[in-house]
């Protein structure tokens, strides 16, 4: 009966992952919905992560393993939608792991908003992972309510994983991973993927494991440059937007803004304000020009007190929040 049912594409691309693969190619081969195909795409990695992806290959014909010179990971996932035969695709970051039923729940999500693109506002976030939602809640989005969603500051997690597409609505609409960027090329994508949409489909179950213990992640290292880069990211989807509405623009500056304050906190954590003094007054002259705009914005109000605090004084700021995590 599951061979009745639609091929789906697994795309994990594989850098540095050593000693997580494993577990995340695993969880892939042992989901419920068992009509799929696993690309591992080895970005010219220089650990062990192919040599083991390959040997897993040999025991699954659902597996094929693609080794190509290190190009990055926007490079390593496009070229995984062109292999991918499946009619829909989901990515998976080799350093994470999927639930058992993430590929049935997903493609359930896609059957019950007849959508071209769908994903979860939750996932289980290792370490210290969340239980599992109680109750299920099932949405449907016009393209311009996504595109909000997923640029507003902490609604969805922005990266391409814990979300599926038709792969034929990605070719047709030419929809690739920029590879400009190091951050924000998933938020490129998958903002991009909302716009085009007819509807998006959104639902709550936890069904995607996110690891936040990798010290080689770029999400996780501690990098003043990646904030200058994801900035660079949000110019990008300025640049070749669809929608002119003010939502949108209201939910790009919100999150601009959030990243801007990341990138200044980021300078002071490493003692980096010197080194990059153009910035650090450039952002802290926009943070500072906005500061009552912060009012209306969606965050938590010791988010936007905190943001405020830096503001005033940035460094006095920094210390007082670095006391408050000492003391912990």
């Known amino acids: 009966m599951q061979k009745e049912l639609p091929l789906i594409t697994v795309i994990v691309p594989m850098y540095n992952v050593e000693s997580f693969i ?6 892939v081969q042992e989901q419920t919905y068992r009509n799929i195909e696993i690309l591992l795409v080895d970005d010219g990695s220089p650990d062990r ?4 992806a390959d040997e897993m290959a040999r025991s699954d014909d659902r597996i094929m393993v693609l080794h190509i010179k290190n190009g990055g990971v926007s490079a390593a996932r496009n070229l995984g939608v062109r292999n991918a035969t499946g009619e829909f695709v989901v990515f998976v970051d080799g350093d994470d792991y999927l639930a058992s039923d993430y590929v049935e729940y997903m493609y359930n999500l896609v059957q019950v908003t007849k959508s071209e693109f769908v994903m979860s506002r939750n996932c289980f976030k290792f370490p210290g992972a969340e239980q599992q939602v109680n109750v299920d809640r099932v949405e449907t989005l016009t393209s311009e309510q996504a595109a909000v969603e997923l640029l507003y500051p902490e609604n969805i997690d922005i990266g391409c994983w814990n979300k599926m597409f038709s792969r034929e609505f990605l070719l047709k609409n030419e929809i690739v991973f920029p590879g400009d960027f190091f951050m924000g090329e998933g938020l490129n994508f998958i903002v991009a993927a909302a716009q085009l949409a007819n509807r998006v489909g959104v639902g709550l179950r936890r069904v995607y494991h996110y690891r936040r213990d990798n010290e080689n992640s770029a999400t996780t290292a501690v990098s003043v440059n990646k904030y200058i880069n994801a900035l660079s990211a949000l110019d990008n989807i300025e640049r070749t937007a669809l929608l002119n509405t003010s939502l949108f623009k209201d939910a790009l500056k919100a999150h601009r803004y959030f990243t801007t304050f990341l990138a200044l906190k ?8 010197s080194f990059y003094h153009r910035e650090y007054k450039a952002y802290l002259s926009e943070l500072r020009r906005n500061l ?10 010791l988010k936007k007190i905190r943001i405020w605090m830096y503001c005033f004084n940035p ?3 920094h210390k007082f929040f670095s006391f408050l995590i000492v003391a912990k």
């Open 49 to 52: 992560s192919g040599v083991l």
């Open 266 to 273: 980021t300078m002071l954590m490493t003692g980096e304000e």
């Open 292 to 301: 009552f705009y912060l009012v209306g914005v969606r965050i938590l109000l």
């Open 22 to 27: 494993q577990q995340c190619i695993s969880s």
């Open 315 to 317: 460094r006095m700021a």
